[in-house]
């Protein structure tokens, strides 16, 4: 069993080796993480070769140079490659994720969909990629924008919460997250919506949160 956890790479280096699909796709959503993102590889799609974004060395992988980042993905089709990347990665205690290879991942990654804020992860403990691909295109159906207005509004009383008490542990959250919440900001009800989780957390009328829409 793995252990959850979502990681801030906003300005942190990361290396991608490899050039292809794969590899873009990696880098796409890295950079959408605010991370630094260079690439390794002898050939590149375009997605990644006329990429501003993207620092690329056009070449093979050398020997070590993992260890002069904070996390590294492998998505080539050379098994030798990743097995060098992979043993660079343990050497210089640094985490690597290798497409397709679980033998040769620290890190596995899941599916994943994103609402605004809200992010649900799907694994499978590598397993299963497929099942997860699954599961996120039946989530993506069922979660809309509406979810992330609503933790977008959430945040906003959390935020006013911990600045008028010093903390957001308050009993209220229970009672105010439910379907009418979500109801009242799908029909375009925020000031109700949000009138509501403040009363029910027992904020004060005066100097409400800046409203998010």
């Known amino acids: ?12 280096r990361v290396l991608v080796v490899g050039g292809g699909p794969v590899a ?5 959503g890295l950079l ?19 990429d501003p974004d993207v620092r690329w060395h056009q070449r093979a992988y050398q020997r070590g140079e993992a260890a002069s980042y904070k996390l590294v993905f492998t998505a080539t089709d050379d098994p030798a490659v990743n097995r060098q990347v992979a043993r660079d990665g343990r050497a210089a205690n640094v985490w690597v994720n290798s ?4 033998a040769n991942c620290a890190f596995t990654l899941p599916a994943v969909v994103n609402r605004g804020d809200l992010q649900v992860a799907i694994s499978t403990n590598g397993r299963s990629p497929a099942f997860a691909k699954w ?11 509406v979810h992330g207005a609503v933790v977008a509004l959430l945040g906003e009383a959390r935020a006013e919460a911990r600045a008028q008490f ?3 542990e308050l009993p209220g959250w229970d009672a105010v997250i439910d379907d009418d919440l ?14 509501r989780v403040r009363e029910a957390l027992g904020l004060s009328a005066a100097n409400p949160a800046e409203p998010v829409r």
């Open 1 to 12: 069993m793995t252990y959850p956890v979502n990681l801030d790479v906003a300005g942190e």
């Open 24 to 28: 873009a796709r990696k880098a796409a």
């Open 182 to 195: 979500i109801a009242s900001v799908a029909a375009g009800h925020h000031d109700a919506a949000r009138t």
């Open 32 to 50: 959408r993480a605010g991370a630094a993102v260079t690439v390794v590889a002898p050939d590149a799609v375009p997605e990644l070769a006329n």
């Open 166 to 168: 010093g903390t957001s």
């Open 99 to 102: 497409a397709d290879d679980p």
């Open 135 to 145: 599961l996120r295109q039946r989530l993506e159906a069922e979660l809309t924008d």
